[in-house]
């Protein structure tokens, strides 16, 4: 899997994803991460257990192509996948790094089960 063979259909999101509006995805996390938030209420911990990720845009994949020559190939999707979550803020590129692989797999199935699968039809010729 680390080889660049990745294929987002071959990770188990059953029971983990639901649809959120616009195309959007909802990814239940099995493992909670904690993250440290400040605001005009102090600091304090907060956990996340669900990220809603929104389908990508032109500006993305032009961000993808610029990573391309990236040789961090875990490094390179964190930001991909951290560019594509909606609406919560606690949830960057630094709590990526602290989730558990299992639900970091995940997050990347749903983000790169964004792109059209290639065709599987067989041509007549």
């Not at 990770?11 to 509006?21: H, M, R």
């Not at 304090?44 to 990220?51: F, L, N, P, Q, S």
């Not at 909606?86 to 630094?94: A, C, L, N, Q, W």
């Amino acid at each position: 899997m680390f080889d660049g063979d990745f294929k987002p259909e071959d990770i188990d999101l059953d029971g983990y994803v639901e649809d959120g509006k616009f195309g959007r995805k909802i990814l239940r996390l099995e493992y909670p991460v904690a993250v440290k938030v400040e605001d005009s209420s102090g600091k304090r911990e907060e956990t996340i257990e669900h990220i809603e990720f929104r389908r990508p845009v032109g500006r993305d994949l032009d961000f993808l192509e610029k990573l391309d020559g990236d040789k961090s190939v875990m490094a390179g999707s964190r930001k991909f996948i951290a560019r594509l979550v909606f609406g919560d803020e606690r949830v960057t590129e630094k709590a990526f790094e602290q989730m558990d692989a299992d639900d970091y797999f995940r997050s990347m199935a749903v983000c790169f089960g964004f792109f059209l699968k290639p065709s599987r039809k067989i041509s007549d010729q």
